[in-house]
């Protein structure tokens, strides 16, 4: 039998023509996946959109709680809608205040739209997120000045009260150094410049096992000082006044600014201060005090730091903050300076 044999021309036009099919198959699969990938990241784009929406409408709700429920709920829904959740266009915004009115969560949907996924029949899916935020004072609290005063000498009133640290007698005094990260004028100038870095609890939280500091001993007068002055002198003169570095809300507590909050990063400012409060100062040079709870106090001038007292003056504030040294969310305490507000969820 004779075998016959394609022309080699014929063979190169049937092997273009497999490669060209393949080629066409292999497009559609790539632009299809591609138009896909386009669409995916359209959609996880508009979720974080809603994502910071819903962040921000929960805080914003928060700061309100628990003094005004009411004014918590429309507060969310307005910040909801400045960050683009728009219920008139479709969007969905449920916002609800706890029983206990002190978190609100805030769940945002919206229907996103499929660009190139409609060829293969997807129109649309739904992009959602939630958030809640809660109110509360520290349960635990590092950042704070190695400095006790006393219940009795605050006041939130909005004067200026001065401040007066007497070694020589505590009891001279309305402020006392504590022993909190340790011993000795160095440790204590340098808690005075960063904060302490020891976690304390104060005795108003539940969850509080021992709430007792001891006072130092010694002649601090110096390294209280050096480090006051630290504080001035690196703090920008745009952030060196009380009012620009608070505002007031309506129930009389004081929100911090930016960018001069003393409690984010690289900030402007380090007057605005956290120190605890305690119930009486020791009748010797080194006994243990016990913490009630925390507030804050913006320094305004240090009047004199020499021999064996300091004075400095400062406003006591009950501030709203959420400062990012070490510390725990504890229950609402209205006696305490400080109330944070913190996304929980």
Not at 45 to 68: F, I, K, M, Y
Request: net charge negative; hydrophobic share 40%; with cysteine.
């Amino acid at each position: 039998m004779q075998r016959t044999t394609r022309p080699l021309s014929e063979k190169k036009d049937g092997e273009r023509g497999q490669a060209l099919v393949v080629f066409v198959l292999s497009a559609v699969v790539l632009f299809g996946m591609t138009a896909l990938a386009i669409d995916v990241g359209s959609i996880l784009h508009e979720r974080r959109d809603l994502q910071n929406a819903a962040d921000a409408a929960s805080l914003a709700g928060a700061l309100e709680l628990p003094q005004d429920p009411v004014l918590a709920e429309l507060r969310a829904q307005e910040w909801a809608q400045n960050n683009g959740v728009d219920v008139a266009g479709g969007d969905s915004l449920d916002v609800s205040i706890s029983a206990d009115n002190t978190s609100v969560a805030v769940e945002v949907k919206r229907d996103a739209s499929f660009i190139f996924g409609r060829v293969l029949g997807l129109t649309t899916v739904e992009a959602h997120a939630d958030a809640t935020a809660r109110t509360g004072s520290p349960a635990n609290l590092a950042g704070v000045l190695p400095f006790g005063v006393l219940e009795s000498a605050i006041n939130y009133d909005g004067i200026p009260t001065v401040i007066k640290y007497d070694a020589s007698n505590p009891t001279n005094g309305n402020f006392a150094p504590l022993r909190i990260d340790g011993n000795g004028s160095a440790v204590h100038e340098e808690s005075i410049i960063n904060g302490s870095t020891t976690m304390i609890c104060g005795a108003s939280q539940p969850t509080c096992t021992d709430p007792t500091q001891g006072t130092q001993t010694g002649n601090l007068v110096g390294a209280t000082r050096d480090g006051l002055r630290y504080r001035f002198t690196h703090t920008s003169p745009s952030c060196d006044q009380f009012n620009e570095v608070l505002t007031v809300n309506q129930d009389g507590s004081y929100k911090v600014l930016a960018p001069c909050n003393p409690f984010t990063e690289n900030s402007d400012s380090l007057l605005l201060v956290l120190i605890p409060v305690i119930d009486a100062f020791p009748q010797g040079a080194s006994e243990e005090v016990t913490v009630l709870y925390f507030t804050g106090i913006f320094l305004n001038e240090i009047n004199q730091c020499t021999g064996v007292s300091c004075e400095v003056t400062g406003t006591f504030v009950k501030v709203v903050a959420d400062p990012t040294t070490d510390a725990d969310l504890g229950i609402y305490d209205p006696t305490s300076g400080v109330k944070f507000v913190r996304l929980v969820d």
